[in-house]
């Protein structure tokens, strides 16, 4: 039998052991430098193997850092890139050879769901799972002017609408975080879900599929964005404490005036494109409808 400090030491090494995948999209290369920059060991899974090299440049102790090929959709790999771990930040990207939305790709993001989720509770060592979805599975409902009350984690965007109107960012995050859900619950792993807004960063374009439906998120007041810092630390944030439960809303910008919206457009367009000059006359704000002040509590204290 193992001495009780040999055991200790493990279980201190796996505690500060944790897989980000996938870990070459705008959110995981962020939240892999964050974690190994707050003292974590990162394994750091990417799908496509050319990215594999990517992780090398990076200025850290390659002892921090172990970086894996990790198809969503391949069981064992997900199993390799989980070994000795406590925890795992889990994102969807599509797939290289198919990087766009479209009505197949919820299948894909539900099976990537599942595999992960699966493979996390066949392993000894996960103890907690921060799974990235997206308010696009909260704000698409029917009849969402007559509510009473703000739109928060509680809700659930609504399958059928998000099918009928070719939601396919939507639909996709609402199936895969309900599969996921559902088998955290049968299998009894601890899971906390991010559910953010628009990812801003210097590469987004007027093709990213969250922004299906712009419009009438704006009108709704129910259209919002996330820094890209915000967003990693509220991840590690749900991660560290131990207070965290369920879903949590994440943006920290509401786009709900007309300043506002054409700030976004001409980030996302050609200047040709964006609206003329005298719609800067519209004054109109749109009641803010949508509420985080379940992680504003939480990321009081957050350093």
Known sequence: MAPASLINQNQ?????TVCVMEASGRLGSALVQRLLNRG??????????????????????????????????DYHSIMEAL??????????????????????????????????????????????VVFTSSATAVIWRDGRNTMSSDIDERHWSDINLCRKFKLWHALSKTL?????????????????SVN?????????????????????????GVFVTADLKFTVDAHICVYEDVSAYGRYLCF????NCNKDAVKL??????PSECSPPQSSEDTRVYQQRISNKKLNKLMVDFR
Request: proline residues 6%; glycine residues 6%.
């Open 83 to 128: 070994k000795g771990c406590s925890g795992l930040f889990y994102s969807f990207e599509p797939p290289p050879d198919q990087p766009t939305y479209d009505e197949f790709m919820a299948e894909v993001e539900v099976r990537a769901a599942h595999n992960v989720l699966e493979a996390c509770a066949r392993t000894d060592t996960i103890d907690k």
């Open 12 to 16: 201190n090494s796996n505690s500060n």
């Open 196 to 220: 953010g807004g628009l990812l801003m960063s210097p590469d987004l374009t007027i093709t990213d599929p969250y922004l299906k439906g712009a419009a009438e998120m704006y009108e709704d």
């Open 176 to 192: 895969a975080e309900k599969t996921a859900w559902a088998l955290a619950m049968d299998r009894g792993l601890k899971m906390v």
């Open 40 to 73: 974590y060991t990162v394994h750091a899974a990417v799908q496509n193997r050319g990215e594999l090299q990517s992780f090398g440049g990076l200025p850290y102790d390659n002892k921090k850092l172990r970086v894996f090929h990790s198809d969503h959709l």
């Open 252 to 255: 920290n910008n509401v786009i």
């Open 265 to 270: 457009a001409h980030m996302l367009l050609p």
